[in-house]
T-cell receptor, first 111, second 115 residues
Framework: GNSVTQMEGPVTLSEEAFLTINCTYTATGYPSLFWYVQYPGEGLQLLLKATKADDKGSNKGFEATYRKETTSFHLEKGSVQVSDSAVYFCALSDNDYKLSFGAGTTVTVRA | ETGVTQTPRHLVMGMTNKKSLKCEQHLGHNAMYWYKQSAKKPLELMFVYSLEERVENNSVPSRFSPECPNSSHLFLHLHTLQPEDSALYLC??????????????FGPGTRLLVL
């Protein structure tokens, strides 16, 4: 079956630090990959996505590249801000409506 | 209103109560979803409706009863819940279920506490 494994948090950083959240997946087909973000007290928002190998998704300074050879979709941002404090979820869908989510990584950015 | 809205945002209920959660999407989408988000667990898909027909019922206990009267509204009726049902319940919608790379749009959730 499909599954997503992402690095456990919590992750605490200082402003302007580099952020990486690792995500690897297992899928039977050729999935689409997503990063969702959940700010405190809110629902999930799509941050970025990639639908085929070597695609790079990007948004709000975040990037992730779909690596089929390593079955990975790591999230990166070069310089984080306090407003990036949130829970980040990696997810995949394998050509249907079902999203398989990772457990989430809590990121706290300190001023 | 835009996007996906959910009411109430917070709910406290006893184990013998009956309550309903409401979700409304203003995006013209054809599919709607209920998820359960518990602490330290991945999101769990509960129900999926496509064009008002239920297409997924993910082994959810019968004390949770979904209703989708039209493509814009989704309800989750709750009765005789257990304390372990306390969680954040998220509603989502998408344009066409099964479409490649389909994005789901989430509401803010209802924080449920069962006493």
């Amino acid at each position: 079956g499909n599954s997503v494994t992402q690095m456990e948090g919590p992750v605490t950083l200082s402003e302007e630090a580099f952020l990486t959240i690792n995500c690897t997946y297992t899928a039977t087909g050729y999935p689409s990959l997503f990063w969702y973000v959940q700010y405190p007290g809110e629902g999930l928002q799509l941050l970025l996505k990639a639908t085929k190998a070597d695609d790079k998704g990007s948004n709000k300074g975040f990037e992730a590249t779909y690596r089929k050879e390593t079955t990975s979709f790591h999230l990166e941002k070069g310089s984080v801000q306090v407003s990036d404090s949130a829970v980040y979820f990696c997810a995949l869908s394998d050509n249907d409506y079902k999203l398989s989510f990772g457990a989430g990584t809590t990121v706290t950015v300190r001023a | 209103e835009t996007g996906v809205t959910q009411t109430p945002r917070h709910l406290v209920m006893g184990m013998t109560n009956k309550k309903s959660l409401k979700c409304e999407q203003h995006l013209g989408h054809n599919a709607m979803y209920w998820y359960k988000q518990s602490a330290k667990k991945p999101l769990e898909l509960m129900f999926v409706y496509s064009l008002e027909e239920r297409v997924e019922n993910n082994s959810v206990p019968s004390r949770f009863s979904p209703e989708c009267p039209n493509s814009s509204h989704l309800f989750l009726h709750l009765h005789t819940l257990q304390p372990e049902d306390s969680a954040l319940y998220l509603c989502a919608s998408s344009q066409d279920p099964g479409e490649w790379g389909e994005t789901q749009y989430f509401g803010p959730g209802t924080r449920l506490l069962v006493l």
